[in-house]
Nanobody
Framework: QVQLVESGGGLVQAGDSLRLSCGTS????????MAWFRQAPGKERELVAA????????YNGDSVKGRFTISRDNAKNTVYLQMNSLKPEDTGVYYC?????????????????????WGQGTQVTVSS
């Protein structure tokens, strides 16, 4: 049974940093293309960052470029999202997602439908 478990969320102030973790089991992480999505209240779920199974290519959403970094440690079966310079608009539930699908253009990983597996999410709240 595949499981993705997010952790590391919490309540922080604007300008602070957080590191989210996504622990995986039931799959071979080194084969999976991974992503972090987020969903704010009343808004659609959006891609935050994606990383190819090789770790060689990453993609960040426009709103987090220069502030967030996705990384992976296949030996630890874990994917990370380092979030710096947090803003109130970063508030939301953050989800980890995994897919075996390969797209030559990494921007195709921005689509929710590309992903077969999802975690339950972790809440991030940034106060002003």
């Amino acid at each position: 049974q595949v499981q993705l478990v997010e952790s590391g969320g919490g309540l922080v102030q604007a300008g602070d940093s957080l590191r989210l973790s996504c622990g995986t089991s039931g799959l071979t992480l080194s084969y999976q293309n991974m992503a972090w999505f987020r969903q704010a209240p009343g808004k659609e779920r959006e891609l935050v960052a994606a990383i190819r199974y090789t770790g060689s290519t990453t993609y960040n959403g426009d709103s987090v470029k220069g502030r967030f970094t996705i990384s992976r440690d296949n030996a630890k079966n874990t994917v990370y999202l380092q979030m710096n310079s947090l803003k109130p608009e970063d508030t939301g539930v953050y989800y980890c997602a995994a897919t075996l699908k390969y797209y030559s253009d990494i921007i195709d990983y921005t689509q929710m439908g590309a992903y077969a597996y999802w975690g339950q999410g972790t809440q991030v709240t940034v106060s002003s």
